[in-house]
């Protein structure tokens, strides 16, 4: 059943190697000097013994691995042949997770869209096995006490908002998926190192450009392979991104985000953020009586907040999530005037809950890891056999929980892509071919990096008189009914255009 | 009487091509100026009523004569030759080609999964069958044919094709297996070959005797086999587009690639495919947006169409 190839450097593979960077000498020496000491030679003059295959995947983090999971569970992608290129020892360990560990701090929110992708590969059952939490309510407020809002899942007919899963467990179940299937596949245990997009094999008598049939792709550890179509997914700082010429537009948010798994008294059930005048602070359920915490601030506070002892970043916690920074928002009264009460008609079931203070954080359960913030977006997503997806094409605030989804999002549109290149009989290398897949996701991913960064810019400074217009949108939002839905499917990964689609 | 009996006839094609064969043009098939003209093949005000086993009068035209007409256009042969170097340059004259081959290859792989009773979610549906591309030039249609499993012997007049064909198929394990000859489907037909299925896209529209060269399309189809051909239509509109519009305008295609009268329109290629033993099944329309750049199928065969058709039982 298991047919994962665990590359393992193979002396016959090195000969091929040696006879090839012979040949084209000034490509290849930077890269592997190690195999030039072997002093191995022999001599042939084809390309016979370097493997060859339709998809190497370079990067096998999570969006890598569910692009291969994705493409051995379609009809018309099983058969093909797929390299996956990743120095991560996790691909290799095979292991289990133990569900008594504390859960780790790197944790993502998977949308509904993210769930459906998942079971569509059979893949869920293994988060099933571990621990996951879903939350069906959302309460977001900010320190000026002038509004609040909260999302229910009822208010657009569903049973859940969300599910907050640890990294290690979204990555370790569709690695069982991907091993569980059938699909030919090849691990490297290595990094990319030098990428060829304009080889062409047998290239003897014609002119290179429109036949180049092959990318040609260098590994640190001396291996050399072939594929019809490279994938990056080798996420922010993508080695291919940066191999294939392809340019990126972004800037550095002046913050850094902390994140810790807590621990407190009473089970969640609900996601909390609130706006500081520093930045937002996010409470995550994740299970059993835990919680995940990602507070954005400047550097030095992050700075601060990592060094200081437990008791005292507990109670920054606490105060950051309850009194400090301001008082509470009032409840709203029940069908009372008020400024928006025109709208009341349209409310949503929701609307009229009261406002609620998240559970008190008792004890600090893993290390506190600090992150900068930045949002990169790739000016294109594919140029000829290549294809970036994931961090690799784009990068977010982790404060709305998209960045992965982001990135599963681009898995299960290229995997897409490819099989209908596969029903035409195209070489799935093809540009034409990709391009189809960049338009689909560009048009999605930056629509979504316009409300997060909107989001960021709106929270993250204090604008004086502006925090009024933002509590007035906090009860718009809570009150318009067909905005706030859309806000919410939008966030959930199900709709296209955000907003006022 | 004649048009009555057509009707009847192309009552078993699809809904679509039905409703467009309703058209006074149609119906009254004899008008001579519409077949006349300026019409290479000279059988054609001759018409008798279409009977599925040909008629030997058919076709009475001095090329004839000799033991095997020629399909050969040699003005056209020589337009291809000259560009033949930039087949597989996907922005180049052959832009066209590249970007309707998606749509054209999935309406090939419906058809021809029902045809042949394939699973259409295979990835190589078509292995096991023996497919011909008539007109092959670079190779564009024989490749994809070939990656979806298919046996594909592909040839071209034109001997640089082949070579180029050849070369580019040679990058390629899968393609590698394509056998590309420089022939015609005339002399494969002298040679007794058969194929389960042929195809000659955009081709019909550059040979010397369409009607011919449909009957040898015919010859080399095994019984209950499938024939594709795809061709513009001799309409306003494809003249606007085709010609104008790609050749003058958009410079996708070199001046002088098409001659507009030299194209059929698709009631009267049902009709000579019809007296070649082949009865068309489903004809679809290629229709190119300008603003995303993509050709999509569609029910209007207003410009490019492409026909399935099988091989009648003889
Ligand atoms: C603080 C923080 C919090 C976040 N919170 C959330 C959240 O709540 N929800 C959410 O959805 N997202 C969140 N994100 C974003 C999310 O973690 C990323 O979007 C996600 O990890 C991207 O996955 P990826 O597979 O594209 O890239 P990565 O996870 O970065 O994986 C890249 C892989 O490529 C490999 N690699 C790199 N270079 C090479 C090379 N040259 N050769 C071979 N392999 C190579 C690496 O070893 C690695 O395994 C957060 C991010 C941060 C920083
Ligand atoms: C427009 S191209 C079409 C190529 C290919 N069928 C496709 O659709 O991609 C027409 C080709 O038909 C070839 N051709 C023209 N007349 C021919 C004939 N009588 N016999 C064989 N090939 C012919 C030309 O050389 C040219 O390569």
Redesign the pocket.
Same mark, same amino acid.
């Given at each position: 059943m298991n047919r994962v190839i665990f590359k393992v450097l193979r002396p016959i593979r090195k000969y091929g190697l040696r006879t090839f960077s012979a040949a084209t000498s000034d490509l290849l020496n930077a890269s592997h000097n190690h195999s030039a000491t072997t002093g191995i030679l022999e001599k042939t003059n084809s390309t016979d013994n370097v493997p060859q295959y339709d998809v190497a995947i370079? &990067? %096998? %983090?999570?969006? %890598?691995v569910a692009l291969a999971c994705s493409l051995a569970t379609m009809p018309l992608t099983k058969h093909l042949n797929v390299a996956l290129?990743?120095?991560?020892p996790a691909l290799m360990a095979g292991g289990s997770i133990k569900k008594e560990d504390p859960p780790d701090p790197? /944790?993502? =929110?998977?949308t509904p869209a993210t769930i459906s992708f998942f079971k569509g590969m059979g893949a869920w059952k293994y988060i099933q096995l571990h621990r996951h939490a879903f939350f069906d309510r959302m309460q977001v407020w900010d320190y000026t006490g002038l509004g609040y809002t909260r999302y229910s899942a009822g208010d657009v007919d569903k049973e859940v908002l969300g599910c907050v899963v640890e990294?290690k467990v979204l990555h370790r179940a569709l690695l069982s998926c991907m091993e569980e299937s059938n699909m030919q596949k090849t691990i490297y245990p290595?990094?990319?190192?030098a990428l060829d997009l304009s080889f062409s094999l047998k290239s003897d008598n014609v002119s290179s450009q429109p036949h180049a049939n092959v990318a040609k792709l260098n590994l640190s550890n001396g291996d050399i392979l072939y594929a019809k179509l490279v994938v990056g997914?080798? &996420?922010?700082?993508?080695?291919?991104r940066e191999l294939a010429g392809i340019k990126t537009t972004g800037w550095k948010y002046p913050q850094n985000?902390i994140?810790c798994t807590v621990e407190h008294a009473v089970e969640n059930r609900c996601a909390w953020q609130r706006f500081l005048r520093s930045g937002p602070i996010a409470l995550?359920p994740i299970g059993d009586n835990f919680s995940n915490i990602?507070w954005t601030m400047d550097p030095k506070q992050a700075a601060e907040c990592r060094s200081m002892d437990e008791a005292d970043f507990l109670k920054a916690v606490n105060e950051a999530l309850d009194y400090g920074h301001g008082p509470h928002p009032q409840s709203e009264t029940k069908g009372g005037g008020g400024l928006f009460s025109w709208l009341k008609l349209d409310t949503t079931p929701s609307a009229n809950e009261p406002f609620e203070v998240p559970p008190r954080i008792t004890k600090l359960a893993s290390e506190r890891?600090v992150?900068p913030l930045s949002l990169m977006h790739a000016n294109s997503y594919v140029s000829k056999r290549v294809a970036l997806?994931?961090?690799?094409a784009h =990068?977010?605030h982790?404060l709305a929980?998209?960045? /992965?989804?982001? %990135?599963f999002g681009d898995a299960s549109s290229l995997s897409r892509v490819i099989s209908e290149g596969v029903a035409v009989g195209s070489d799935i290398g093809e540009i034409s071919l990709l391009r189809r897949y960049e338009s689909e996701r560009k048009a999605a991913n930056i629509a979504m990096m316009a409300v997060l960064d909107g989001f960021q810019k709106a929270y993250s400074v204090d604008f004086g008189p502006l925090n009024v217009l933002r509590a007035a949108a906090f009860h718009g939002a809570n009150y318009i009914s067909p905005l706030k839905k859309n806000i919410i499917s939008y966030a959930s990964g199900e709709q296209g255009i955000p907003l006022f689609s | 009487m004649a048009s009555k009996l057509l009707l009847s006839q192309l009552r078993t094609l699809t809904n679509l091509t039905y409703r467009r064969f309703i058209n006074p043009e149609f119906i009254c098939p004899l008008r001579p100026e519409l077949l006349i003209g300026s019409r290479t093949y000279s059988d054609a005000p001759h018409l008798p009523p279409v009977d599925p086993v040909p008629s030997p009068i058919i076709g009475d035209n001095p090329l004839r004569k000799t033991k095997i007409s020629s399909s050969l256009n040699q003005a056209e042969l020589a337009k291809f030759s000259a560009i033949s170097e930039t087949w597989w340059d996907a922005e180049g004259p052959f832009k066209p080609l590249h970007a309707m081959n998606p749509t054209r290859l999935a309406f090939i792989r419906s058809t021809l999964c029902r045809h042949f009773g394939k699973d259409p979610y295979c990835a190589k549906p078509f292995e096991g069958l023996k497919f011909l591309d008539v007109g092959c030039g670079g190779g564009i249609l024989s490749e994809p044919l070939a990656r979806m499993g298919a046996t594909v012997t592909g040839v071209d007049a034109v001997d640089k094709n082949i070579k180029i064909a050849r070369l580019h198929a040679d990058l390629d394990p899968v393609t590698s297996s394509i056998d590309y000859l420089c022939t015609t489907a005339e002399k494969l037909v002298e040679e007794k070959r058969k194929f389960d299925a042929v195809f000659a896209l955009e081709v019909i529209e550059h040979v010397a005797d369409p009607a011919e060269f449909c009957k040898s399309l015919s010859a080399l189809t095994v019984s209950n086999g499938a024939t594709v051909v795809s061709t513009i239509n001799r309409s306003i509109r494809a003249y606007a587009t085709a010609i104008v519009a790609a050749e003058y305008i958009l410079h996708w295609l070199p001046k002088g690639t098409h001659d507009w009268s030299s194209f059929l329109t698709p009631e009267e290629l049902v009709l000579i495919l019809q007296r070649a033993s082949i009865s068309v099944q489903e004809i679809a329309g290629f229709v190119y947006n300008p603003l995303t750049g993509k050709w999509f199928l569609s029910d209007d065969i207003g410009v490019n169409f492409i026909a399935y058709g099988a091989k009648i039982d003889e």
């Open positions: 370079v &990067g %096998g %983090g999570m969006v %890598g290129i990743d120095s991560n790197r /944790v993502s =929110t998977v990294n290595a990094r990319l190192s997914s080798d &996420g922010s700082k993508s080695h291919v985000a994140i995550l990602v890891m992150f997806i994931g961090d690799a =990068t977010v982790p929980g998209q960045g /992965v989804n982001m %990135g | -």
